[in-house]
């Protein structure tokens, strides 16, 4: 008798509370812009650039990190994000400028490639069986999303009665919490002796050379564009768009009464989406194409977006935009691991997805700097959401010639 192999391993479990943690952190930084701004009399865009830097420190991080990975142990890499992490936040609860912020949220974008989907993913990715792979990846990156259910609600809480250097340290203990699932992140070593066999830049050499791979690389940075975007700058959107909360039952029982309270809401009520919507599409990829499934949701969120900003914000149109938009917000990344995995391999998955994943970071530094830049100068964000639809729209196009099927010469 054949026993079905298990979904959920401790391998599974224990990334799914390094991450959700260390997303939680992650996901709060859009509630700092106000109360940093004002303390120090910045403009909007000094500390979105430090943000900025931050996503883009985490996609230059993510193959570094997937390499230092594969060659010296997943966790090896991942303590050694845990103490950039902690050590970036820690630092920055001293920093009084921009400049200081700026750099050592590099420290904190490296600690976030170490601790989250590059590394963690590519060792879930190798633990799972076959059957379970595609829903083993969506449940570790719905996890990112539990965290962000209550990262933001959190940190709002929290500055509500301390200030925001007392909260980074508060998170920076948290990040060294999460160390204690390390015990559980034991998975294979590697995929199958055909993959050893390839060496490492003989795989990422047929990768790059493939058009497939650029296409999936061009695609994922309208995602980072988006999320980034939403993540740094839409609580602060909120709160100056919305005007006044005016009395409501549901907002009151969910202890809403200030705008910057509904801020930090929708974000959490994205990442509560998410959960269910990220599983949803790793369930979705086992069944159907995984580029179509990618161009139908940058299609939705595009759609999603323009009916959103043309329409009045209220705190209604708020809480169903983040309904919506969070059903499709990490949607992309089983599908695109996944992906990568079928296409690539196993052996070098860390490193070729840590590739795809700076166009997303990429994208990620331009939604948060042009948030905090065209704030500055128009006064709104009207301009740098249109650009957010443009995007969109180019990702859900470019997916389409993507081919599904694994090189023939390639290990699967």
């Known amino acids: 008798m054949t026993h079905k192999a298990p979904l959920f391993t401790p391998v599974l479990i224990g990334g799914c509370i390094i991450i959700m943690l260390g997303f939680a952190v992650r996901a709060s930084f859009g509630v700092f812009q106000i109360p940093i701004a004002t303390e120090f009399g910045w403009l909007r865009s000094e500390f979105s650039l430090a943000i900025a830097i931050q996503n883009l420190a985490w996609g230059i991080g993510q193959p570094i990190f997937g390499a230092v990975a594969e060659r010296f142990g997943d966790r090896k890499a991942i303590v050694l994000g845990a ?49 379970n792979r595609s829903l083993a990846l969506g449940i570790a990156t719905a996890a990112g999303s539990a965290g962000q259910v209550f990262g933001a609600p959190l940190a709002e809480l929290l500055l509500g009665v301390m200030p925001w250097q007392d909260v980074f340290l508060l998170f920076a203990a948290a ?25 490492m830049s003989h795989v990422l050499g047929r990768a790059f050379r493939d058009p497939s791979y650029t296409l999936i690389f061009l695609g994922f940075f309208s995602c980072g564009y988006q999320l980034g975007f939403v993540t740094a700058h839409f ?28 801020g930090a809401l929708a974000i959490s009520v994205i990442g509560l989406a998410n959960i269910a919507g990220t599983i949803a599409a790793a369930w979705a990829g086992k069944y159907w194409p995984r580029k179509y499934l990618l161009a139908g949701i940058y299609s939705a969120r595009t759609i999603a977006s323009a009916v959103f900003i043309l329409m009045p914000i209220t705190p209604a149109s708020v809480l169903l935009y983040s309904l919506v938009m969070g059903a499709l917000w990490l949607a992309t990344v089983p599908l695109t ?37 065209l704030y500055d100068l128009y006064g709104d964000y009207t301009l740098v959401w249109w650009v957010g639809v443009a995007v969109g729209a180019f990702s859900a196009i470019v997916h389409l010639p993507v081919r599904e099927s694994a090189p023939r010469a390639m290990p699967a």
């Open 83 to 131: 103490l950039f992490y902690a050590a970036g936040l820690i630092l920055s609860s001293f920093a009084v400028t921009p400049g200081a912020h700026q750099v050592l949220e590099i420290l904190v974008g490296f600690g976030i490639a170490g601790t989250g989907f590059g590394v963690i993913l590519a060792v879930v990715g190798r633990a799972a069986s076959d059957e």
């Open 235 to 262: 609580p602060a959107m909120i709160t100056e768009y919305c005007g006044a909360i005016a009395p409501n039952g549901m907002l009151a029982a969910l202890g809403v009464t200030t705008t910057s309270a509904l």
């Open 337 to 373: 691991s996944g992906l990568v995995a079928h296409l690539y391999g196993l052996r070098y998955m860390g490193t070729l997805y840590g590739f795809v994943f700076f166009s997303h970071q990429v994208g990620s530094f331009m939604g948060v700097w042009l948030g905090g830049r």
């Open 175 to 199: 990040i060294l919490l999460s160390l204690f699932a390390l015990p559980m992140m034991r998975a294979p070593e590697m995929a199958s002796k055909a993959q050893i066999e390839h060496s």
